[in-house]
């Protein structure tokens, strides 16, 4: 099984500001098929990037994804008020899917 | 637009079996793999299984064979029943598209492009 650990467990910006999330693998992720999703509270989760760096339909440019291996990054350029919410990787390179324990993405 | 809405029981006694359906609105379940996860209380996500519109199905080894994922077709439904529950099982339990990227005859594997909002399962006596 591929152990994701996300980091940092929780983070604090502004709006406006560049917020960076990472998400490590324990081993290689085959074909950096590493996916992102949002979810905000009593809502379904969102696919926001897939195959670590492709966006998914209708999100915002401002959501950007790279890494490969077992590293990989989610960056939001310029945060806007309603980015603000749990982040969590999954890795499909291996067909027991994974998920990372999430990242919190708190208003300062 | 696809829409997915689980539903189920609330309450659950333990060692009993858990039961749930996804029904699938705006599109047609035939053509691609459906998904179960879960999340408990305070943790992460889980992966419990998957199912083509074939019938064909897989789950995740941590669960001991006490997931069985079934699918209706003509009524655009999919189904999860988790035997022998106990408190561990408590959680909030997602249906979710697969998207495929690559399979074979040995593997599939893909992401989740459309979730449910999910349903909240409570394992007590």
């Known amino acids: 099984e591929i152990v994701l650990t996300q980091s940092p467990g929780t983070l604090s910006l502004s709006p406006g500001e560049r917020a960076t999330l990472s998400c490590r693998a324990s081993?290689?992720?085959?074909?950096?098929?590493l996916a992102w999703y949002q979810h905000k509270p009593g809502q379904a989760p969102r696919l926001l990037i897939d195959?670590?760096?492709d966006r998914a339909t209708g999100v915002p440019g401002r959501f950007s994804g790279s890494g490969s291996g077992t590293d990989f990054t989610l960056t939001i350029s310029r945060l806007e008020p309603e980015d603000f919410a749990v982040y969590y990787c999954?890795?499909?390179?291996?067909?027991?899917?994974?998920f990372g324990q999430g990242t919190k993405l708190e208003m300062k | 637009q696809v829409q997915l809405q689980e539903s189920g029981p609330g309450l659950v006694r333990p060692s009993e079996t858990l039961s749930l359906t996804c029904t699938v609105s705006?599109?047609?379940?035939?053509?691609?793999?459906w998904t179960w996860i879960r999340q408990p209380p305070g943790k992460g996500l889980e992966w419990i299984g998957s199912?083509?519109?074939?019938?064909?199905?897989d789950s995740n080894p941590s669960l001991k064979s006490r997931a069985t994922t079934l699918i209706d077709r003509s009524r655009n439904q999919f189904f999860l029943k988790l035997t022998s529950v106990t408190a561990a099982d408590t959680a909030v339990y997602y249906c979710?598209?697969?998207?495929?990227?690559?399979?074979?005859?040995?593997?599939?594997?893909?992401?989740?492009?459309?979730w449910g909002q999910g349903t909240t399962i409570t394992v007590s006596s």
């Open positions: 999954q890795q499909y390179g291996n067909s027991l899917y994974t």
């Open positions: 979710a598209r697969l998207s495929v990227s690559r399979e074979n005859s040995a593997y599939v594997l893909g992401f989740f492009d459309i």
């Open positions: 199912i083509h519109y074939t019938g064909s199905a």
């Open positions: 081993q290689n992720v085959d074909f950096n098929y």
């Open positions: 195959g670590a760096s």
């Open positions: 705006g599109g047609f379940i035939s053509t691609y793999y």
